[in-house]
């Protein structure tokens, strides 16, 4: 079975900064259109920030850009999230996508849950 495994978050008070990973041991991450998203309590699930493969084109959400920053490190097979001066509306699950490229299929990791609070 995949999996993408997301790790990271936590509980930090506006103002801080968490870091997500996401890895996995059955895909390579950059043959992959790779996402981060996130469920915030009551809402639809959105889009954070998505790279294709290994293109240095880096979309982010308009509410996470500039303080948000999408990383890759393809021989560790991992990306990460890294996610600063955190508001209170970025308390979420957040989750790790892997699209084919060539292929459709998507996978999912279990989510990791960020809560921002003082």
């Known amino acids: 079975q995949v999996q993408l495994v997301e790790s990271g978050g936590g509980l930090v008070q506006p103002g801080g900064s968490l870091r997500l990973s996401c890895t996995s041991s059955?895909?390579?991450?950059?043959?992959?259109?790779v996402s981060w998203h996130r469920q915030r309590p009551g809402q639809e699930r959105e889009v954070v920030a998505i790279?294709?493969?290994?293109?240095?084109?880096?979309r982010y959400a308009d509410s996470v850009n500039g303080r948000f920053t999408f990383s890759r490190d393809y021989p560790k097979n991992t990306v990460y999230l890294q996610m600063d001066d955190l508001k209170l509306e970025d308390t979420a699950v957040y989750y790790c996508?892997?699209?084919?490229?060539?292929?459709?299929?998507?996978?999912w990791g279990q989510g990791t849950q960020v809560t921002v609070s003082s």
């Open positions: 790279v294709r493969g290994t293109s240095s084109s880096i």
């Open positions: 996508k892997a699209q084919g490229m060539n292929i459709p299929v998507d996978y």
């Open positions: 059955e895909l390579t991450l950059s043959s992959y259109t």
